[in-house]
């Protein structure tokens, strides 16, 4: 990996390139898409929002000049490509500035509450939309003919995901953009600061009012019936799952336990996503008044 951040690190013609056909990639298989968005992020981290442009720009060209030969449609291919990269370069310039994690973080989850107050004010129904988008996508007739599932039953499924879309499309926002900008500043540090990242993620704190907030948002959206606050909610766990990493990754290293541990633990979250992921956001509000991490180094 730390020679493909020395070649992207060469020039941002050597960069655009690479995010360009990491991007290209990403349309088929979409964590591509993340690496396309390190790939630009890594250049806005080490020298700043000049030198990203003139990787980014030719890159959007070329993404357009393709989708106009191949598909007559430049313009959905490049939207697609800004759609994909945007959120985590203005994160990588946020910590460019701050030169905090935490911050940059916490940036991101702003813009995953952006989406949703967007979807709620430019929408009249936006579970309305949702279910007519996924109805579009998804025809029950259809798969029930592939499938043994009856179409009364992918009907009633879309019904009830419909609701939950708009706080799902904010969390895959907040989670791929903290994604690409760790994996940015994973090859940053492997360049420039050997170790450094590992050091800086065990670190991460987001602070207790961001805590608090998340543990207001979840209990206010399992009591009320908002689809808004669904949404929001939504998108801080999706945050609080990194803080949860974070205290794994520092208990593990203070304890001077086997890597295998975390090996385990990427593992299970592979093959039970959502409760891996509800006990890593159930962590990382936790952290920020039981510092897991000073308790076992404690111990």
Request: glycine residues 10%; charged residues 10%; contains cysteine.
């Amino acid at each position: 990996m730390n020679g493909i951040a020395a070649f992207i690190m060469r020039g941002p013609a050597y960069a655009g390139a690479v995010a360009a056909a990491g991007m290209l990639l990403g349309l088929v298989l979409p964590p591509f898409a993340w690496l396309s968005a390190a790939v630009l992020a890594l250049v806005a981290l080490r020298l700043g929002p000049a030198a990203l442009l003139r990787a980014a720009v030719p890159a959007l060209l070329g993404i357009a000049l393709l989708g106009g030969v191949l598909w007559g449609r430049p313009g959905a291919l490049a939207l697609a490509a800004v759609a994909a990269w945007l959120p985590t370069q203005l994160a990588a310039l946020v910590l460019r500035r701050s030169v905090r994690l935490d911050i940059a973080l916490l940036a991101v989850a702003a813009m995953g509450w952006l989406v949703v107050i967007v979807a709620e004010l430019a929408l009249a129904d936006p579970a309305a939309t949702w279910q007519q988008t996924l109805l579009a996508v998804f025809p029950p007739d259809q798969l029930a003919t592939e499938t043994r599932v009856s179409a009364e039953a992918i009907r009633q499924l879309i019904a009830r995901m419909a609701p939950l879309m708009t706080g799902v499309l904010a969390a895959s926002v907040v989670f791929s953009t903290v994604t690409s900008l760790l994996l940015a500043r994973w090859w940053q540090a492997g360049l420039y600061n050997p170790g450094g990242f590992g050091r800086e993620f065990r670190a991460l704190r987001l602070g207790r009012v961001a805590a608090v907030v998340a543990a207001v948002l979840c209990g206010a959206a399992l009591g009320l019936d908002v689809h808004a606050v669904r949404g929001l909610a939504l998108a801080t766990v999706a945050l609080f799952v990194f803080q949860g990493l974070a205290v794994a990754h520092g208990v593990v290293a203070r304890r001077g336990m086997a890597s295998g541990w975390l090996v385990g633990l990427y593992v299970l979250a592979l093959f039970l996503p959502p409760q891996v992921m509800a006990g890593l956001t159930l962590v990382g509000i936790a952290d920020a008044w039981a510092d897991f991490r000073k308790v076992a180094l404690a111990g």
